[in-house]
């Protein structure tokens, strides 16, 4: 049996992960500073920032073996840990609408560098009109057609499904997707949110689902670990789902929409948290981002009304796909947050109508969301793949039963594994 880690060991640890912000080593006992910098070094994380702030300590033994190690000073500028490439980012973009010009323009200053996928709702008729200036792919009825045989598959991409097509053909590491019905959103400074960025930084920090921190998340600027948090959980796992959150029209079910008409979100908190392990969220797939390496397959179209129609508050796929999601993430180890980017949310639908659809799926979650608070996969599961295989089958064995809708989503989840292993095999 392995010895457990020190506090000592743990700690050094911590500070190879958060050095960015520490602005002072002169404190640090001479032996522990030499740990911590074999343990930068190992870890790849010396730059000309850090080396400065151990040469700074003044210390005979590091400076000792600096010179030994012929370590000069980096020539170029310390860049921010987080940068990635621009080609392991895909943007997905759902058309339901067929003028897309005002969107696009609206996020022409974050989309413009990243690779964008358009998904046209195979069921909109007009022609699509996209300004130019993008790199993008546009996916239409025809192209889904080719990937999916419509006569015998159970897998519909109607409505706001057709962005899950856009997750099928991906094969970038990150994908971010935001509805046509959003625009960037402004902080409390009136400043605009880059919701690209934010989703990036949510999904390549770490996440802390097995303890929480009241400070929120550790990882963001002006913020860390409070007291009694455990050193052995402050490294975190990999975030895998980041959840945004939007302005103006707040994502409330049609009951609460039509009750209060002229509810309007217009607080901006900036926080971001990581959503506790063994606990469901109603995931929307209005702002979302993941990491497609990690979680892809989860994000997936299965749960559908009978009376499915075209508006937010007509669906429930994307609360059933988040529940999956979430269930994976808690079996592997993985990370959910919540909270920032922001974006702001145009109106569309009307709540009362909508109520008569969307009334099904208010009841039906009731049985969901025990299900899924209940589900626990075996430890053969060891992939996202592995893992909606045995959720499929618990659903098909504890709902399917009572409710018809049930057995075709599971079934759906199954056909949609086979479809993204088929795919990506091309």
């Not at 621009?86 to 973009?93: A, F, K, L, Q």
């Not at 990243?114 to 792919?137: A, C, M, Y």
């Not at 392990?277 to 179209?301: D, K």
Request: hydrophobic share 40%.
């Amino acid at each position: 049996m392995r010895n457990p880690p020190t506090l000592l060991s743990l700690a050094i640890d911590s500070a190879v992960i958060n050095f960015c912000r520490i602005s002072d080593l002169s404190f640090v006992p001479e032996h522990i500073l030499l740990e911590l910098f074999v343990r930068t070094l190992k870890a790849g994380k010396l730059n000309e920032k850090i080396l400065k702030l151990f040469i700074a300590t003044g210390k005979e033994e590091i400076l000792s073996v600096i010179e030994s190690l012929n370590i000069q000073h980096i020539l170029v500028p310390v860049l921010p840990t987080l940068i990635i490439k621009d080609d392991e980012v895909d943007i997905v973009i759902g058309a339901l609408q067929s003028d897309l010009t005002s969107f696009m323009e609206a996020w022409r200053p974050m989309f413009s560098r990243f690779h964008l996928i358009i998904v046209k709702d195979p069921d909109l008729k007009e022609e699509l009109k996209v300004p130019g200036g993008f790199n993008l792919n546009l996916y239409t009825k025809s192209d889904m057609d080719k990937v999916v045989d419509s006569s015998s598959s159970t897998i519909s991409f109607s409505g706001y499904s057709c962005r899950y097509f856009g997750y099928l053909m991906s094969r970038k590491k990150y994908i971010i997707s935001i509805d046509d019905d959003c625009i960037p959103a402004k902080d409390s400074k009136g400043e605009l949110i880059d919701a690209v960025a934010q989703h990036i930084t949510n999904l390549t920090t770490p996440a802390t689902p097995f303890f929480f921190n009241t400070l929120y998340d550790p990882f963001s600027e002006g913020t860390d670990f409070v007291r009694g948090y455990p050193f052995s959980l402050r490294s975190g796992v990999e975030c895998g789902l980041s959840c945004g959150l939007w302005l103006n029209l707040a994502d409330y079910d049609a009951p609460t929409q039509a009750l209060k008409p002229s509810a309007r979100n217009s607080r901006y908190v900036d926080a971001v948290l990581t959503v506790p392990a063994r606990t469901m969220l109603p995931l929307s797939g209005i702002n979302i981002a993941f990491n497609n390496e990690l979680v892809g397959p989860t994000l997936l179209p299965a749960f559908r009304l009978a009376k499915e129609g075209k508006f937010r508050w007509e669906t429930v796929e994307d609360i059933w796909t988040g529940m999956c999601a979430k269930v994976v993430c808690d079996h592997l180890r993985l990370g959910v947050k919540s909270g920032l980017p922001y974006v702001w949310r145009q109106e569309r639908g009307n709540a009362v109508e909508s109520l008569k659809k969307e009334w099904e799926g208010v009841q039906l979650m009731e049985e969901v969301v025990p299900f899924f608070q209940s589900v626990r996969l075996s430890e053969a599961a060891v992939t996202a793949e592995d893992c909606i295989a045995e959720i499929a089958a618990s659903v098909k064995e504890q709902l399917g039963r009572s409710n018809p809708m049930f057995a075709r989503a599971a079934e759906n989840m199954v056909e949609w594994i086979k479809l993204w292993k088929q795919v990506r095999s091309l």
